[in-house]
């Protein structure tokens, strides 16, 4: 082995390291993405059968959709009841600490639900 070649290996393995380091990084930030945007889109859920049970029920939908998604840890974003007793919601979750500690993501997931009562339409017939 030549003199001047000494320690490269070294520097190969530390990038090889870096690289792999870089990569679970990534792949802990996708996921930590992808719990967030889970919650939310159970959180809209919840919501929007509690907002639809409510109005069923001639209860305030967009209040009671609000307590629903609260106690899922999301925030409340839309509400808006729909013809026919249908409640579509909307709600918005930040990424967890477990997450945030290493600033792998940032903001929000975003999710919406609807509920409310089948359609009395028969399915063929529907445009």
Known sequence: ????ERGAGTVVVLAVAAVVVVLAL???ALGAA?????AAQAAADLGAL???GALRHGLD?????AVAVDR???VLSECEPEDGGVVRV????AVG????????VAGQARAEARAGPRSTVPSGQLS
């Open 34 to 38: 992808q719990r967030t945007r889970g």
């Open 26 to 28: 990534a792949v802990a």
């Open 50 to 52: 509690a907002a639809a």
């Open 97 to 104: 600490p477990q997450a945030a500690w290493a600033g792998l």
């Open 61 to 65: 939908p967009c209040a009671t959709a």
């Open 90 to 93: 909307a709600a918005v979750r």
């Open 1 to 4: 082995m030549r003199r001047d």
């Open 72 to 74: 899922n840890g999301a």
